[in-house]
């Protein structure tokens, strides 16, 4: 695979007399594809009905024939003024009971039958009018499912979907009424259409009837995407795509993947540290102009699994961003450097966000390659660097990484209802999970809890993973040397119940919680040794061997024929000895990183990754601030 770069245009923000030469200038930055249409509903169909197609034809026409590849974006995310004076009960509801109302973006509610409808529509309208289209190559269905937190609404049209959805999972209210434990509290209902949407009660509601409002949530997501993919398949040849966020997890990622062609995301690693992260104000400072060393890597491994290896970084970070708590500008060298990064981890296509400033509405803080007077702007130079890099470098294989961390969508949501501890959060504990092993030197791949192939894995990792059944154990055995789970692995049923196997409830592992235990972020409990458990402790009990203990005795990780289990969330320094333990006992080769540099291997080359703001020098190479450095491989497969 040879890597491309892309960016992403707006052609009804400018006269159509700049196109040209913006296309021009495109192709001399060594740009291929440009991303169009996804916000412009408006001039698309000004009222219900007119269609205005005229502009979009020339802009395909002008684009392509400089020799641009076209992403054409259905524009569902911005329904128009008028889209909500024909369906008047369409806006999303919040928690709180208010309406998302028109004036931004995303104010539609997943569950609206009518908008579903409409977006289905215009997807096909468009497909007629651009499937066959060749300067057509790509097509990105809506724009950031879940922006702004638009998955969740507590509409009218949401509960009508929500009590059908109940039925058909449930049956009978009886089943869901045992499934529930409703007979708490004197919460049991005589009918579905008795079921209210979980919120504005008193106090907690009940978390099964929560999870199975999160559930549903997810599937609607999956549902509205699924409509433009049957308007579209039948239209088109080109792939068909959706640009996912950082953190976001309010949906199944995997279960909409599965409608598409291709995973892509916007990365903006900047402003995701200043408001998606974990961490202090040390590593904030350090990294203030570079981004986490770790949370855009993170990302496209986990992308890379949702697209079944084909996956792209839609909108890419050039310079300041609009929306974060503070907005510095890149350090020199980072926007090459994260575009090198993402070809690292297979990458087919980075696009930059966006081509041209905009010098109006929200997002006129926010960079682009080119200032909003046309002047070049910091990344459009490094993206010419890129391209530099990239006709140098050829294809770019991915390799099969030796660890895998399994990621559950629903396991966020279970304990996001019931988080026990205000420290402990899924993603979070996946993440320090995901940094202990690049800190290794690994590279790594992500995998669903319905995916995990045989005898590919030398260790996977599945912490806070929440419901574990008989086949999922025996796909972990299957699928590799080592599984190491916990803490709060197997903690909880898909109905919000404690199992009554126990937890975690594994065949194989003679391990059992006996009881839980949640710290103050000042609180630790110290392991014999190195390393300590922070946020989350279980007491386990069972004559499985003792790998690790606290230093009151207790035990701290578990393990026998090939599971592990971890009594707490692990600090950094735990994490590392744990990870340690698990190569020495698989056969795993480490190469430890120092701080701020990170290590990719693909078939072809070793990736060294720099987000520190000095040189570094390791095994003998050094590099440079901000930088990347590519050695090839003697043999295909060299470490």
Known sequence: MKPELGVCYYPEHWPEEMWADDARQMIETGLSWVRIGEFAWSRLEPTAGDLQFDWLDRAVE?????GLKIVMGTPTATPPRWMQEKHPNMLAIDAQGQPRKFGSRRHYCFSHKGYVAECARIAQIMGERYGANPHVAAWQIDNEYGCHDTTLSYSDPALRAFQSWLEDQYGTIDALNSAWGNVFWSMEYDGFDQIDLPNQTVTEPNPAHVLAFRRFSSDQVVEFNKAQVDALRPLTKAPLLHNYMGRTLEFDHFKVGADLDIATWDSYPIGFLSDRLEADEAHKTAFLQQGDPDMQAFHHDLYRAVGRERWWVMEQQPGPV????????????MVRLWSLEAVAHGAEVVSYFR????????????????????????????ARQTWGVLSQLGDVQHSKADVAILFDYASDWTWATQP???????????????????????????????????????????????????????????????????????????????PSTGRPGLSGLACEVDLVETLPPS????????????????RLSGSAPDL????????????????????????????????????????????????????????????????????????????????????????????
């Open 548 to 639: 690790l203990t606290f230093e009151d005795g207790t035990s701290a990780l578990k393990g026998e024929n090939g599971f592990w289990y971890l009594a707490g969330f692990p600090d950094e320094a735990l994490w590392d000895r744990v990870i340690k333990m698990a190569s020495q006992q698989v056969g795993l080769a480490l190469h430890p990183m120092p701080g701020g540099l990170r290590r990719r291997d693909t078939k072809g080359h070793t990736f060294l990754i720099n987000y520190n703001a000095v040189p570094v020098e390791w095994n003998g190479t050094k590099i440079n601030a901000c930088d990347v450095a590519i050695l090839a491989k003697h043999t295909p497969e060299e470490g």
């Open 523 to 538: 609180v630790t409990r110290k392991v014999e040794g190195v390393g300590a458990a922070q946020h989350w402790v279980d």
């Open 420 to 498: 026990q501890g205000a420290g402990f959060d899924y993603f979070r504990l996946v993440f320090s999970a995901y940094r202990a092993l690049r800190r290794a030197g690994l590279s790594v791949d992500f995998l669903s809890a319905d995916n995990v192939p045989e005898n590919t894995y030398k260790v996977i990792l599945a912490p806070g993973l929440a419901s574990v059944d008989n086949d999922l154990e025996m796909r972990l055995s299957k699928g590799c040397a080592l599984a190491v789970l916990g803490p709060r692995t197997g903690a909880i049923t898909p109905d919000f119940q404690i």
């Open 355 to 382: 081509w041209r400033q905009a010098p109006f509405a929200q997002e006129q803080m926010h960079a682009g390659l080119l200032t909003s007077n046309n002047k070049p702007a910091p990344g459009l130079s490094e």
């Open 62 to 66: 002008t684009l392509g024939s400089a």
């Open 322 to 333: 609009n929306w974060a708590p503070y907005n510095p500008a890149p350090l020199p060298g």
